[in-house]
């Protein structure tokens, strides 16, 4: 399985998928530790991938969704975007909206 059948598989079997420096539980940079703590603050569950730990997944993600920087968040398939992206969308309430109509589950009352 090529790398880019591998990132296609992982975003499209997973609701939430974060492709993150570390992991939810450590992440190892501070930009990706943000997007774990806007989505665990929402109640999201979510796959975190840890690029890391495999440098054709660090190009690789970089080159399937045409966007230079780590972490990047998908959701049900579609790019969302990276850190400033995704805390933009949330201190706006974009992103819940955005979560709640893709169907994803959010946890009630969390907000901004």
């Not at 992982?10 to 992440?27: R, S, Y």
């Not at 190892?28 to 440098?55: P, T």
């Not at 995704?86 to 955005?98: H, I």
């Not at 959010?106 to 901004?112: F, L, Y």
Request: glycine share 10%; proline share 4%.
């Amino acid at each position: 399985m090529s790398i880019e059948q591998f990132i296609a598989n992982e975003v499209k079997a997973n609701e939430v998928v974060l492709f993150m420096k570390g992991t939810p539980q450590f992440p190892q940079c501070g930009f990706s530790g943000q997007v774990v703590q806007i989505l665990d603050h929402l109640g999201v569950s979510y796959k975190g991938l840890n690029v890391l730990e495999n440098a054709e997944l660090r190009d690789g993600i970089k080159a399937y969704s045409n966007w230079p920087t780590i972490p990047q968040l998908y959701v049900k398939g579609e790019f969302v975007g990276g850190c400033d992206i995704v805390r933009e969308m949330f201190q706006a309430g974009e992103l819940q909206t955005a979560l709640k109509d893709a169907g994803v589950a959010v946890k009630a009352g969390a907000s901004t």
